[in-house]
């Protein structure tokens, strides 16, 4: 039996532009039948929350970060020419123009297609974000599950 | 017959201290007999702008992004300690002093050395350049042919 | 004799959060018995700088330099709401509160479990950093020794 390739991403970014790269590679790899993970730890967390405000249990602390981060892939600002908010507009304006796919749909597609969605929980804890507070259908895992998957990969990317 | 080595990198970033990491990394593998790629996409496309303006007919918002971006690998920002454009000069200055190569050499080095430089044509597309305004004897392609360098590679690099 | 894996991990960014995940990834693949290098280059380079000020002889532009750069890992900013300062605070005070292990004492725990601390000749000349500015017990080396590393590594990443 061959060998399947395997491409496993830490998404580290809550870059709109960087995530979108993260979502590109990873529905590309899967294209290709690569097994895929997406491990989303620290700020890449934010394109795995949910739209809506999800009403949880929290310390101060732990409010105050909900509260500055994003909530959703939809809401993030780029890692240049953010302009305060204007440049993801921009980008999403000129991103429709030319039939790119935006990066909420490269999220979905990517669950379409079998990727391995996970949101690494220590961070999670660190940044106070509840699997309420996540998108429904992904996985929840540790570094070691992450290095499982890394060392016996073929592409493994750091965004 | 004895397999070759090869370096895939992914250079996303426009900031010209992470694109000299790159070109340094790409040059040592190419002079350790690799075979590299160097896969620019995003504000990474920004190294292999040519420094003169080309003019090429665009919309609005490609006309916006084509003057916000910089024109070639020497007009690019640092990561870090940037302080509106002194930050790249007094990293300049010190580069020569201590005799190092700066950026658009080393892109030159990478070309002698044939390090293949490819653009991505759907950030390309996205961000309104277009092939006149590239470096000469630069490849063009997708993330198709990316993941087919990487899934082949030893050391694959996202920068 | 079974082949050991390996992780090598270039630390590009100076960003305490950033610095972390190198970190916890190292320490995890090192407890899962992979031999590990981190070849600290760049504002990578600040990680490893000890905390008092060491009186060494340099020209005007490496001072200026050495005196913007934080001295070691506890003085890092954060890549994402740093806030003039107060985020590292913030996410400190929530570490603490959660017994997640600060970036010294990760340090720390590297050297331990025999983790190869690289610091990169190169850019350490350019930033104009001396041994003596950086810990105890960390190896010295440049692209070659770099390359060599992670041409034999399973997991690759750059930070």
Known sequence: MEEKKRTTIVLFSGDYDKAMAAYIIANGAAAYDHE??????????????????????????????????????????????????????????????????????????????????VACTMTMDLLGLQQEELLDGIDYAGVAAYLADAEIGHVNLFI
């Open 36 to 117: 895929v993970t997406i491990f989303h730890t620290f700020w890449g967390l934010n394109a795995l929350r949910k739209e809506e405000n999800i009403p949880v249990k929290k310390g101060f602390m732990e409010k105050m970060f909900g509260k500055m981060m994003p909530r959703g892939a939809d809401r993030m600002g780029l890692s240049k020419m953010n302009f305060a908010g204007l440049g993801p507009k921009m980008i999403k304006d000129i991103m429709k123009k030319h039939n790119a796919i935006p990066l909420p749909q490269l999220i979905d597609m990517a669950k379409e297609q079998d990727i391995k969605l």
